[in-house]
């Protein structure tokens, strides 16, 4: 009997929660937002974007540090960023444009 109570709890709770009146959520359209800033070819803006970070994502990883450690601290911060490599997926010390400027090897 306890068995059977449990089971019709267990039934009727969110049967119950369904029931009520929920708020629906906001909608929040991307597309509306793009076309807004960027006018009518505002999708085609961001997947070009969106590519192009990609392929340097991608890119990034064939070119050797030393050569970025000749640029300035500021670019290296912005191309690591947009690679996707700064914070906890940063690279090793040893592989890192800035360790290898500040080291100087």
């Given amino acids: 009997m306890n068995y059977l109570f449990m089971v ?3 039934m009727i709770t969110p049967i119950a929660y369904a029931s009520s009146g929920v708020e629906p959520v ?5 597309v509306a937002l793009l076309i807004t800033l960027f006018g009518e070819h505002g999708q085609v803006i961001a997947a ?9 994502s991608q890119v ?5 540090p ?5 640029l300035p601290n500021w670019l290296i911060d912005v191309l690591e960023f947009l690679a996707a490599n ?11 444009p800035k ?7």
């Fill in 8 to 10: 019709i709890f267990l």
């Fill in 26 to 30: 906001p909608v929040f359209d991307w």
């Fill in 66 to 70: 030393a050569w970025l450690a000749k």
């Fill in 48 to 56: 070009w974007v969106s590519v192009a970070l990609v392929i340097w």
């Fill in 60 to 64: 990034r990883q064939l070119i050797p």
């Fill in 86 to 96: 700064k914070g906890k997926a940063g690279n090793e010390s040893w592989n890192d």
């Fill in 99 to 105: 360790h290898i400027k500040r080291v100087g090897t």
